[in-house]
């Protein structure tokens, strides 16, 4: 299917590899369409594999999303690091994380934003304002870029991104392979000691095995509770929903973790289903309703932060705790445990009726968009030459390893066969846990705003031995899953849709919680919920969005 993809975007596109389609006329008026650059009288040294160098210095306006566990400073390496390569300096446009959205939006739709506006992960909201490039239209002139995705086969992950124009915003982070995501810290200790082999089992285990693994664990502990979860359950409903088949979890902790508008794609049928009231949900809810029932999972999990249920766990009152694994490298790093003997392990996430499915299967990041004022007041031949510094630094492997590692010799070492080796008085990730200096702190390498994306390899180079090896056990064990294409609403249809999804789906999420706590009864009180759903808009909204995919499927190759 990806020949068919890149035939598909090239047909539409009528121009170089990638390239988003024509669209309407009103998108035409909007957004200049690049014409041919040739590459003569260059003041600057760029290409696949050759590092990004201009003659004179030049600098870049740019936001900068300033995380509170490594503030911004002035002196980190990271600058003069990128300066000295390239000649390139940036003009911040600094603002807090927690902010930084609600910035992004305001700057972007008054058309005042910074040229580069990295760390986005959706810019279907921008599209419509005319303040964003279409990014699809230019990619041509990033060989980098062109290079990863030609490479990594990632012609489809591009499609997740496409406007209803056929034309992306972003230009996301690409990864190889995909890796890491959510599953289980667990005291390994206590599971063992009630009986449960935790690696052994684990190689093909099902939610239900866990069921039967976590009954055994209070059985044993005689505890009230053996799972009290952080981000209000969440997360682990999504985990759990992609191995049922259903779209599941969302939490005022944590947000939308993957519950969405419901539908999810039946590739045998090609077309959307609305998941929230099929029977597999049923049994979804029904699995829940039975750990709570069960008395497996803390009642005050769905209303309790996180930092209370880490609490928890951390004090040695609950045995399993969802979380990332650079959450557990600062847990263990820290000593956050206090429980005597506490031996903590990462588990595989269990695989379900489904099968045994990966549940991290994504491969674009967050990205990078590009404003209209950049290609306004550069022109065509100097917006080029800020695409292809911006191509060097995000997508070459030596920008990204600039990015993320540092200066050789001075951040880090590099052995004979190309390993990287941290510089043992530097902390990172995991890595050389209670050294006197962060990598991110102290020298800004390593951040959220640069170092995303890369090969396989370099992913890699940035995980202990431990983490390596649970991600080497999710390959070994679970199944890479399938790209659903998107939904390519336009303005007018996304509106219309938007009015259905959200009390619909504000009101699946409720009675999720109702269900699974027992309030509603999934034997009494189902068919009177799937009847709501339905009078909400369920059957219209799917019937919408299998009308869109049918008018756009040749766009995306289906």
């Not at 109702?514 to 009847?531: P, Q, R, V």
């Not at 709501?532 to 499927?553: L, Q």
Request: aromatic share 14%; net charge negative.
């Amino acid at each position: 299917m990806k020949k068919r993809v890149l035939a598909m975007m090239y047909a539409a596109a009528a121009a170089a590899i990638l390239s988003g389609c024509s669209g309407s006329a009103t998108d035409a008026a909007a957004e200049k369409t690049p014409q041919v650059v040739e590459d003569k009288d260059l003041d600057y040294e760029y290409g696949a594999g050759v590092t990004f160098h201009s003659n004179e210095p030049v600098s870049y306006s740019m936001m900068f999303s300033d995380h509170e566990n490594y503030p911004y400073k002035a002196d980190w390496r990271l600058w003069s690091a990128i300066e000295e390569k390239t000649n390139v300096a940036f003009d911040l446009t600094t603002v807090a994380r927690t902010d930084y959205n609600d910035k992004v939006s305001a700057l972007v739709n008054t058309g005042g934003a910074p040229y580069i506006i990295p760390k986005i992960y959706d810019a279907s909201p921008f599209v419509d304002s005319g303040q964003v490039v279409p990014i699809s239209d230019w990619v041509q002139y990033m060989p980098n870029y062109q290079k990863c995705v030609k490479d990594w086969g990632m012609e489809e992950d591009l499609t997740r991104i496409l406007s209803s124009n056929g034309k992306y915003y972003r230009l996301p982070g690409l990864w190889e392979k995909a890796a890491g995501g959510y599953s289980f810290l667990i005291r390994k200790d206590v599971f063992e000691a009630a009986g449960v082999d935790v690696e052994n089992e684990e190689k093909n285990w099902t939610w239900e095995d866990f069921y039967q693994a976590c009954k055994k664990v209070k059985e044993h502990t005689g505890a009230d509770y053996v799972w009290s979860d952080q981000y209000q359950l969440g997360c682990a409903m999504n985990l759990s929903g992609i191995e049922y088949g259903i779209r599941a979890g969302n939490s005022k902790d944590g947000g939308d973790w993957n519950l969405g508008d419901g539908l999810q794609f039946d590739f045998d049928k090609k077309e959307f289903v609305f998941t929230n009231t099929t029977s597999d949900y049923k049994d979804y809810l029904k699995f829940w309703n039975k750990m709570y029932k069960d008395g497996i999972l803390d009642p005050e999990t769905f209303t309790q932060d996180s930092e209370q249920a880490k609490a928890k766990f951390f004090r040695g009152e609950s045995y399993v705790l969802t979380c990332n694994y650079q959450q557990v490298a600062d847990y263990k790093a820290k000593n956050r445990v206090q429980a005597d003997g506490a031996d903590l392990y990462f588990t595989v996430m269990p695989g379900g009726p489904k099968g045994q499915l990966q549940p991290e299967s994504y491969r674009l990041e967050s990205g990078i968009m590009i404003s209209q004022k950049a290609l306004k007041e550069l022109g065509d031949k100097e917006f080029i030459k800020m695409l292809r510094f911006i191509d060097w630094l995000w997508y070459s492997d030596e920008g990204q390893t600039l990015a993320l590692w540092g200066v050789e010799g001075e951040t880090y070492d590099k052995q004979a066969d190309g390993t990287i080796v941290l510089k043992p008085d530097i902390y990172y990730n995991g890595i050389n846990a209670g050294a006197p200096k962060q990598l991110n702190v102290d020298f800004g390498f390593g951040g959220g705003v640069f170092a995303y994306g890369g090969s396989e390899k370099l992913r890699f180079s940035k995980m202990t031995d431990e983490e390596k090896a649970w991600n080497q056990r999710i390959y070994d064990s679970k199944e890479k899953r399938k790209i659903e294409p998107p939904i390519l609403s336009n303005e007018e249809e996304k509106e219309q849709m938007n009015l259905i999804k959200v009390p619909l789906m504000d009101y699946v999420n409720t009675s999720a919680l109702e269900f699974i706590t027992g309030k509603l009864n999934l034997d009494s009180d189902w068919e009177k919920y799937t009847a709501e759903c339905e009078a909400k808009g369920s059957g219209k909204y799917t019937d919408m969005a299998n009308e869109i995919f049918e008018k756009t499927k040749d766009m995306i190759g289906f």
